[in-house]
């Protein structure tokens, strides 16, 4: 389970890399369960209607805005819209940081947000693997060659109840058994998982397509293009 991550620190990477504003709040540099952290999302239907009605007040010569896209705020770690109250999402959120792309059209915890579109990417500039060949937890940054920004596959939810309201996200998985660098991590004789890395251009086509064609991008990213370095202790 990949459960600690390195947001986005630099401003410039937002609108350069993912096409949306900068964050307007402080994200924490190291995100780990049930903290704040952002995700890119397209803007929620009854805000995108909004903003094509004043769309429609411009000259003809306007540029044809397509897929608005927003950056979301939320807590890493999903709550499902069946959870009975705060208390209980505060504790079942630590458990749903990641969803298996193999069960999310079928899990009672994700299939809704998935069948209503709600898709995100989730900005990072690394993730965190434990590597156990040593025989002792060598906690490793995974982050892409290039040193480029990662656009990770994920859905996000809004849970209210009794006046409180949660948004929150997850990242997709996919089975990194095989993968050339990812099988080194995680506990050994458990499967290995990695987060669904998104190439670039499909940002647009992971966040629009239709939900029965959004499991086609549920694919492992090119070990190639990966590295991995010992976290060195402070």
């Known amino acids: 389970m990949t459960a600690h991550f390195e947001s986005v620190q630099n401003a410039a990477m937002y609108p350069d890399a993912f096409d949306v504003a900068a964050p307007e709040i402080a994200v924490e540099r190291d995100l780990w369960p049930r903290k704040q952290g952002v995700f890119v999302r397209n803007v929620p239907v009854s805000e995108g209607l909004a903003l094509d009605e004043a769309a429609e007040e411009e000259p003809a010569t306007a540029p044809v805005k397509t897929a608005l896209r927003e950056l979301g705020i939320g807590q890493f770690g999903f709550v499902p819209q069946w959870v009975k109250s705060a208390s209980d999402a505060k504790l079942r959120s630590t458990k749903m940081v990641n969803a298996r792309s193999e069960t ?131």
Not at 165 to 184: K, Y
């Open 104 to 234: 999310v059209t079928t899990s009672n915890n994700f299939r809704d947000a998935w069948l209503a579109g709600q898709r995100c990417i989730v900005p990072m500039m690394a993730f965190f693997e434990d590597d156990w060949r040593s025989g002792k937890a060598v906690p490793t940054r995974i982050t892409r060659v290039d040193g480029k920004p990662m656009g990770v596959a994920g859905i996000w939810e809004r849970w209210t109840k009794d006046g409180t309201e949660i948004i929150s996200f997850t990242m997709l998985t996919v089975n990194a058994n095989s993968h050339a660098l990812l099988h080194r991590y995680q506990q050994n004789g458990n499967e290995k998982r990695m987060p669904v890395i998104l190439g670039e251009g499909a940002y647009d086509a992971w966040l629009n397509t239709k939900a029965e064609k959004a499991r086609e991008f549920m694919r492992a990213y090119s070990a190639n293009l990966l590295t991995a370095n010992p976290v060195e202790k402070k």
